[in-house]
């Protein structure tokens, strides 16, 4: 592998990384506050999922480069994360958790049926692991978002407000990193483009379905993974106060 395309890759492994551990954080603060006992488990078992898949993405990092995945997740500072703004934001209410998640689902999915094909076999074989349970995070939300939208008329507004405000954050989803032509070039990523034109397709067929309408000045979108929005730094003072509380230490 071409030292450029390789440290593409460690670049691309991390912000796939990142965007699992901030969501799955964010996602865990419902833990114990949930609407219903059986949808707080319900998305306490999606954060575990979502954290195993950072640790997957992490451990293809690691066996480029040999960072320490403990080490990404627990000492990076902000400035140095490559997650989407999208799920850094505020968990909100239910509704604004659970369409979050569908934009993010969908986009995962589409991505991860694209990259089964890839080049680089370790990123192919990690992929067939995610896919088996990315599909049922995916049916979660996108039933969610149906009974949200078809619900009542205050659960379709805040459903809307949600939608007003993270559609342009969503579209950050689909910004390559730096160097991300080599891979796609290589055939060891897919290309966004027409996976965005996918995404596009299918939710705003179901969220028009479900009530809803896009927004037609959606704000807000982010142009690179470069920066990110003071959420990030208070997400992370929290996720990482145990480890740096003693930064030598093997166990918590």
């Known amino acids: 592998m071409r030292p450029e395309v390789r440290e593409a890759l460690i670049a691309k492994l991390t912000a796939l990384a990142d965007d699992e551990v901030i969501l799955a954080h964010r996602n865990s603060e419902w833990t114990g506050h949930g609407p219903i006992l059986e949808e707080d488990i319900a998305l306490a078992n999606i954060v575990q ?17 040999g960072s320490d995945p403990d080490r990404l997740a627990f000492f990076r500072d902000a400035y140095e994360y490559r997650n989407c703004e999208l799920v850094e934001l ?16 969908l986009y995962e999915t589409l991505w991860l049926e694209a990259a089964q094909h ?24 996108y039933a969610w978002v149906e009974r949200l939208g078809l619900g009542t008329e205050e659960s379709n507004r805040r459903l809307q407000q949600a939608l007003d405000m993270q559609w342009g954050y969503a579209q950050q989803l689909f910004v390559p990193i730096p160097g991300e032509e080599l891979l796609v070039a290589e055939g060891i990523v897919p290309d966004l483009a027409p996976i965005k034109a996918r995404w596009l397709e299918l939710a705003t067929r179901h969220l028009q379905n479900s009530g809803l309408k896009l927004p037609i000045n959606p704000g807000y979108q982010p142009t690179s993974r470069a920066g990110h929005t003071e959420h990030l730094w208070s997400i992370l003072a929290e996720m990482q106060s145990t480890a740096r509380w003693d930064a030598e230490a093997k166990v918590w």
């Open 118 to 141: 890839s080049t680089y076999q370790p990123l192919a074989e990690a992929v067939q692991k995610i896919m088996r349970e990315e599909r049922f995070h995916l049916q979660h939300t």
């Open 90 to 105: 505020p968990k909100g209410d239910w509704a604004f958790t659970m369409l979050r998640q569908f934009l993010f689902d």
């Open 49 to 65: 999922d979502e954290l195993g898949h950072a640790t997957l993405w992490y451990g293809l990092r690691q066996a480029l480069d």
